[in-house]
Antibody, heavy 119, light 106 residues
């Protein structure tokens, strides 16, 4: 399985950040899928998970602004983050999350895409 | 959120050295702990899941241990390709990561 993130690299403050992750070599209908970001010089922040194409889990700190969804016809999943500010500037990664006896871990990652929030 | 604190923040080591990185959780997370390796400009790579399970394809010189609040990643004999930054991650509740430990050449 390979993952590839795509989307605009520059977003204006207060607008909505939209990213897509294309899944190749496997079906988006299986597994959990995740979004994680890494702000410059800071630690990783988990954003959201989705499984079974409809069940979503969001980081409470971002929940009011985040929407994650799956498009099975395109074998993609996506992230929308509304009302962005400079604090949302980061490298955004999509990843596959697997489970093993209730343990979760991200075993396949995309290369990441840089998003800068600036006017 | 559960805070994950790694130590040290960075270390210098030589090829062949045994390296140990510690990760401490602000509350008990059982064994819901993963370790990742990241090289500059690259995506993270899963090394260890569930505190001590070696991910398929990862060299056996990497090992993980611990439960509750204290965890350790050990590299038994450091190799040139191991110079990177290492992160722990807990999945007990809202997923959080440690700040990372950079392993540099001595």
């Amino acid at each position: 399985v390979q993952l590839h993130e795509s989307g605009p690299g520059l977003v204006k403050p207060s607008e909505t950040l939209s990213l897509t992750c294309t899944v190749s070599g496997g079906s988006v209908s299986s597994f959990y899928w995740s979004w994680v970001r890494q702000p410059p010089g800071k630690e990783f922040e988990w954003i959201a998970n989705i499984y079974d194409s409809a069940n979503t889990y969001y980081n409470p700190s971002l929940k009011s602004r985040v929407t994650m969804s799956v498009d099975t016809s395109k074998n993609q999943f996506s992230l929308k983050l509304s009302s962005v500010t400079a604090a949302d500037t980061a490298v955004y990664f999509c990843a596959r999350a697997r489970t093993n006896s209730l343990q979760y871990f991200m075993d396949v990652w995309g290369k990441g895409t840089t998003v800068i929030v600036s006017s | 959120d559960i805070q994950m604190t790694q130590s040290p923040s960075s270390l210098s080591a030589s090829i062949g050295d045994r390296v140990t990185i510690t990760c401490r959780a602000s509350q008990s997370i059982s064994s819901f702990l993963n370790w990742y390796q990241q090289k500059p400009g690259k995506a993270p790579k899963l090394l260890i899941y569930a505190a001590s399970s070696l991910q398929s394809g990862v060299p056996s010189r990497f090992s993980g241990s611990g439960s509750g609040t204290d965890f350790t990643l050990t590299i038994s004999s450091l190799q040139p390709e191991d110079f990177a930054k290492y992160y722990c991650q807990q999945t007990y509740t809202t997923w959080t990561f440690g700040q990372g430990t950079k392993v540099e050449i001595k």
